[in-house]
């Protein structure tokens, strides 16, 4: 991981690469938190800890044209063109995420605050861990073992006695 001391430059950029390519954001400010979930086993006093997908925000400040390119390419990485684009895990580069060992994470959430002469545009994004979840396959079918069968095997059947029409 990159030092803030000796690699400052490395601290000056996000970059986030996913499917729809490659983005690098500059000077953004990135602030993480996580949390510890607590889940409770139905009908038991068991309680098991695990860690709950970390969220991140960054705010960045758009001056310039070509930074204006990148927040264009930054909307195609969110929504991809195509007849049914679905959110993709990217890849998010910044050594304050290296710290927090956080490598892939979804782009839930775009915001663009408007144009002041101040501040210039006000870019805030959310992102949020990509966190697997385990898929459990489903069982295979197993045939059952027993007396039934097709229509015309077995035992016959009198349809006249069913409904009640010849004795």
């Known amino acids: 991981m990159s030092s803030p001391f000796s690699n400052p430059s490395a601290w000056d950029r996000l970059v986030l690469q996913g499917p729809g390519g490659k983005v690098v954001l500059e000077a953004p400010q990135v602030s993480a938190r996580g949390e510890v ?6 009908g038991q006093t068991t309680t098991i800890l695990a860690y709950a997908p970390r969220e991140v925000v960054v705010e960045a400040r758009v001056w310039r044209e070509d930074q204006w390119r ?7 990485l969110w929504r991809p063109k195509g007849q049914n684009p679905k959110p993709a895990p990217l890849t998010a580069v910044h050594p304050q995420l290296e710290l927090l060992k956080l490598e892939r994470v979804y782009l839930w959430s775009v915001e663009l605050q408007p144009y002041t002469a101040n501040e210039g545009y006000r870019l805030r994004l959310t992102l949020r861990e990509w966190w697997p979840q385990k898929v459990e396959k489903p069982k295979s079918a197993q045939a059952i073992e027993g007396s039934g069968g097709v229509v015309g095997q077995g035992t016959p059947l009198n349809f006249d006695i069913a409904i009640g029409g010849g004795q």
Do not use: A
Request: without cysteine.
């Open 37 to 42: 979930q607590e889940q409770t086993v139905p």
């Open 70 to 76: 990148e927040v264009k390419r930054l909307l195609d």
